[in-house]
């Protein structure tokens, strides 16, 4: 066979997926550096740091967390549309683990003193996380069951939980909200440690989710199985197993972002947490570049970016004074956008550009 | 050449190039098509004949040359604009709808109507009316396609591009890789009769006999670069060969010297027991033998339960009779994923659905296999991988840029032979090759041949398949025949190719 000079510089960066997510995103902060000044102007109070910048990143966190699981799931060739439900539920675990004095309908007065007292928690706060995270990996193991064992479209599986999910996070509240008055609790979502907490945490789940995914086989596994599933399973790849793993990690993924989200807003409001959160993750793991309902190659750092993207539109879009509807139909030109620079035509025409000028150096 | 008056051509393709990222896959190709010929278009794995095909039909655009059809330069611009063209074609990987019926998958597009809406049993009756009259094959058209054989999806796939109407020209990519005789007969005496009306044909393919038998043309292509077109009755076997190859005919002397007979041969311990081993519906109760050091071949026509029985073997299905003894141990559990781990190990026939993971690299692709059977978490070095990779590259001669190529950018053969280093990584103690050489060139042919000869010298077991009876005896140490989901008959030693024959047809 003949080869030709591989040349793989201009194309490996067009090809690489964290291309056109980091352009996206490269466009909007310089929209942002032409339109709204000292958009990039950090300050430092008390050793920490506050800005517009950072602000995008934390407002970003729970999409961003939402966004990690939701690409292995959307690498499976499948999607979740119940993690906004299932935050919702979390809040509603956490908020009752914390205060469960809250549902009584009646409290001899020591207790009563409790409920608004900002130390006061019925567990103790590590109790509380492991707890709401055990129960929102249980819903993802549920989602995993019904797509992988039970065979339904992984749209209409999700659905189930989506639908039932706020209920059952008000069942679980007695249909309470609950509102949160333990100090140490909203450090989850407000704290500040030079950067904002939640930032930590996205960090932590990132890496975890790599290590993962890419220094064992899941990873390989995850993308074989979304390309082929009988190629892969032919080659003795557990497809089912790697399935659950999948709707798991993203039903834990969902959890953490309902602490985050109920402690930004100190309540277990089971409609309003994550509500359509679900459309923003999906969103974001989509400019990540991973092919919703192909599946296949994924990026992590791709769809992590993509949730930054969706965050710095919302937030520069409301800096230059746009209304909060008219912002809708804005993702939505965004949406089209990035379909569009998806599509083969666009790919093929870019592969072109640099086809011809390796060829012609 | 240019300058030749090009008006008595159906097609004429000048000075081709076409390039993809690392593999300059055709170099300045020029190609005639005559008016009522048949043109064998011949190369080696990865020689570019089915990028050749799409420049022609519009599925890629060539980077520089030009294409006249009927002395009239044309820029196709889409496989369909080729089709209003007059070229009908038949793609080497098969492209219709898995999910549709096979009835659907012939006539889409051209259905019969009634009241506005699609007459169903019209429809029907016309896909059987048309398979019949054109392959002489009668089966269930309300079935998917998708869960019928390689061979029938090819048959569906050819009946569909021999109904389209007024096409001046027909294009099959490798049509008969997975026909077997009978069918391919009924293909040729559908060609013949076209090629009388004045239609176009070009023909690919890696049999060498079915090239002699049928075509009037021979146009050799090497890495991409024109060898030549040469007129079949001037061009001897042993040159063709050479033409394509590049090298001396050594290789297809050796082809023809390595038989099973020949080579030193062992036979083992039990590694393989099958006792009436059966699943309802698919394959009646059967049983079978395998010792290390041994290649058992399995014949039968298509649809005769060969692929069953592997599956049945493999642990792709769970057998509802019988019992499977593997290397001693009763199997209680079927699944691939056991069945690797056991040291047994299946290449599939359907390379497509069931063997590449298409947007996978070369290299993932061939360490797949292995891995799964390592488990999730011993996960195998990316330098590991890149070196077992380089391996099987070399070893198999497979033609890609490097490991690193995806997959799905590989010649058809190529690819083929990364699935087959897929399973020969795992360092399995038996191997079952479901049709293992489909698509793969002559030369590259007789290596693998040669190839799980000395697997089996090597101690290995092997459970030979294959639509091509030949390829069968002279790989095999015994034969199983099977013939209507049935275990026939076994023969070993020296057999007459028309006993088996007779016994592949039931007729004994
Ligand atoms: N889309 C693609 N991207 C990159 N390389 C490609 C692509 N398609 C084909 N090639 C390369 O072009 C060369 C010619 O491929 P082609 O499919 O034409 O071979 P072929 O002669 O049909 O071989 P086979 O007998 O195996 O079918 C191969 O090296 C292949 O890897
Ligand atoms: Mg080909």
């Known amino acids: 066979m003949k080869q030709t000079k591989f040349s793989p510089s201009l194309r490996k960066i067009t090809e690489s997926k964290l291309f056109f997510p980091t352009l996206t995103l490269a466009l909007i902060l310089l929209f942002d550096l032409i339109t709204v000044p000292n958009f990039f102007s950090i300050q430092i109070r008390n050793g920490n740091l506050y800005g517009s910048l950072i602000d995008i990143f934390r407002n970003a966190s729970a999409v961003m967390l939402l966004s990690i699981g939701m690409t292995l799931v959307i690498a499976t060739g499948g999607v979740d549309l119940s993690v906004g439900a299932v935050m919702a539920i979390a809040a509603s675990v956490a908020a009752l683990l914390m205060n469960p004095y809250v549902l009584a309908t009646e409290l001899p007065p020591h207790l009563m003193k409790l409920i608004n007292d900002p130390q006061f928690t019925y567990q103790p706060l590590w109790i509380v996380i492991i707890v709401t995270l055990i129960v929102a990996t249980i819903c993802g193991l549920w989602n995993g069951l019904l797509v992988a064992y039970v065979r339904i479209q992984p749209m209409v599986a999700t659905l189930i939980l989506m639908i039932a999910g706020r209920g059952i996070a008000q069942l679980i509240t007695n249909g309470v909200r609950i509102q949160i008055f333990y100090e140490p609790y909203a450090f989850i979502g407000q704290g500040w440690k030079i950067l904002p907490f939640s930032l930590y945490l996205v960090a932590f789940v990132f890496v975890i989710a790599w290590i993962i995914t890419r220094r064992t086989a899941i990873g390989l596994f995850i993308e074989s199985v979304g390309i082929n599933f009988r190629s892969s399973y032919f080659s003795g790849i557990d497809e089912k197993k790697i399935k659950l793993l999948a709707y798991s990690f993203c039903g834990l993924c969902a959890g953490i972002a309902g602490l985050v989200a109920s402690s930004n807003i100190k309540t277990s409001d089971a409609y309003n947490i994550g509500m359509t959160l679900e459309l923003d993750a999906i969103l974001a793991v989509v400019i990540g570049g991973t092919v919703m309902g192909i599946g296949g190659r994924f990026s992590l750092l791709a769809s992590l970016i993509g949730a930054v993207v969706i965050q710095a539109i919302t937030t520069s879009m409301y800096a230059i004074g746009v209304q909060a509807f008219a912002l809708q139909a804005i993702k939505g030109l965004v949406v089209i956008f990035v379909i569009l620079l998806y599509s083969e035509q666009v790919r093929g025409f870019i592969r072109k550009l640099t086809v011809q000028k390796e060829a012609k150096p | ?508």
């Open chain 2, 1 to 508: 050449m240019a300058d030749k008056d090009t008006s008595d051509l159906l097609i004429s393709m000048r000075g081709i190039n076409k390039a993809f990222p690392g593999v300059q896959a055709l170099e300045n190709v020029d190609f005639d098509l005559r008016y009522g010929e048949i043109h064998a278009l011949m190369g080696g794995n990865g020689a570019g004949k089915s990028t050749l095909i799409k420049v022609l039909t519009g599925v890629e655009r060539p980077d520089s040359g030009k294409i006249l059809l009927l002395g009239k330069e044309v820029s196709v611009k889409s496989p369909q604009h080729a089709q209003s063209l007059g070229i009908s074609t038949v793609y080497q990987e098969i492209n219709l709808c898995p999910n549709l019926t096979v009835a659907e998958n012939i006539l889409i597009g051209r259905e019969p109507m009634k009241w506005g809406s699609i007459h169903w049993k019209k429809l029907n009756t016309q896909a059987k009316e048309i398979l019949l009259r054109i392959l002489g094959i009668d089966i269930d058209v309300t079935r998917t396609l998708g869960s019928y054989s390689v061979a029938i999806q090819q048959m569906v796939a050819i009946a569909r591009s021999l109904e389209i109407e007024f096409a001046k020209i027909l294009i099959l990519d490798e049509p008969t890789s997975s026909l077997s005789t009978h069918e391919t007969e009924q293909l040729f005496g559908v060609m013949r009769k076209l090629k009388s009306e004045g239609v176009g044909i070009i023909f690919i393919t890696h049999f060498i006999d079915q090239v002699y038998k049928i075509s009037d043309r021979i146009t050799v292509i090497r890495n991409g670069t024109l060898v030549g077109t040469f007129d079949t009755s001037t061009l001897s076997r042993m040159e063709l060969i050479t033409k394509m190859i590049g090298r001396s005919i050594t290789v297809l002397d050796e082809m023809l010297k390595t038989k099973a007979e020949t080579v030193k041969h062992i036979r083992g311990e039990n590694v393989l027991q099958a006792r009436e081993l059966g699943q309802t519906g698919e394959i009646e109760p059967f049983d079978l033998d395998l010792h290390a050091g041994e290649v058992v071949g399995l014949a039968g026509l298509m649809g005769s339960g060969r692929t069953e029985a592997a599956s049945l073997l493999f642990g792709l299905e769970t057998p509802d009779s019988g019992s499977l003894t593997i290397a001693g141990k009763r199997v209680e559990k079927f699944s691939p994923n056991a069945s690797i781990k056991r040291g047994l190990v299946l290449s599939p026939e359907d390379r497509k659905a069931a063997g590449i993971v298409d947007d996978l690299s070369v290299r993932e692709n061939i360490i797949l296999a292995m891995q799964a059977g390592q488990g999730w978490f011993k996960y195998i070095s990316r330098q590991k991988q890149e070196e077992i990779a380089d391996k099987y590259i070399h070893l198999l001669d497979i033609a890609t840029p490097s490991a690193d190529q995806i997959v799905k950018n590989l010649s058809g053969g190529n690819q083929q032979k990364v699935i087959l280093a897929r399973w020969l990584a795992t360092n399995p103690q038996v191997l079952i090759l479901d049709e293992p050489t489909r698509g793969i060139d002559v030369g590259t042919k007789a290596e693998i041949q040669k190839l799980v000869l000395s697997l089996a010298e090597d101690g290995k077991a092997c459970i030979f398949i294959s639509s091509e009876l030949e390829e069968v005896m002279r790989c095999s140490h015994r034969i199983a025949v099977l013939c209507d989901r049935k275990k026939v008959a076994e023969y070993s030693g020296e057999v007459d190719q028309n006993v088996i024959m007779h016994s592949m047809a039931g007729e004994l």
